[in-house]
């Protein structure tokens, strides 16, 4: 069914920025970012990519559907860990060179390294010293899940 969702073709600007077709601008990888927040909260999951494949399947099943950079494949989240994100709302920013999915989570996080959300430290602003590195504080306190459990590590 993928083969049956249709993307517009990239027009004037007036067209794209304010149009009401989806005309993706992809970069010159294929990938445009996709953001990611939990549907209820508005806390931040995580930020990964998407390619038109993986956006039309994300469109096509209701889930959240990526392309790993790393692996070089389609990444349907969850698929492994159960952790699955439901999409409630996608939207495109005004250029539609960005999407922001709006999920739901199910399961214990969102992160593979077993936090809720992938932004689980912040930077230390208080211990910033010349010459230094800049610190990182977490700002979650505990993970979680397990990830050796769930992906079998």
């Known amino acids: 069914m993928t083969d049956t969702i249709q993307f517009a073709e ?11 077709e989806l005309a993706p601008k992809f970069d010159s990888q294929g990938l445009l970012p996709a953001i990611t927040t ?3 909260s508005g806390e ?4 990964a990519y998407m390619n038109e ?3 039309k399947k994300t469109i096509e099943v209701g889930e959240a559907v990526y392309y790993s950079r790393s692996r070089q494949e ?11 994100q439901k999409v409630k709302e996608i939207r495109v920013d005004c250029d539609q060179d ?12 969102a992160c593979h390294v ?3 959300s992938c932004f689980f430290r912040s930077v230390d602003r208080d211990s910033v010293a010349a010459d230094q590195p800049v610190s990182l504080k977490m700002a979650e306190s505990e993970k979680t899940f397990d990830p050796d459990k769930v992906y079998k590590k």
Do not use: C, P
């Open 44 to 47: 931040l999951l995580m930020v």
């Open 98 to 109: 960005a999407i922001w999915l709006r999920v739901e989570q199910i399961g214990a996080g």
């Open 74 to 84: 389609l990444w349907h989240k969850g698929k492994t860990s159960g952790h699955v």
């Open 114 to 116: 077993g936090y809720n």
């Open 10 to 20: 990239r027009g004037e600007k007036q067209q794209v920025e304010q149009g009401l």
């Open 38 to 40: 939990d549907f209820e």
């Open 53 to 55: 494949e993986a956006l």
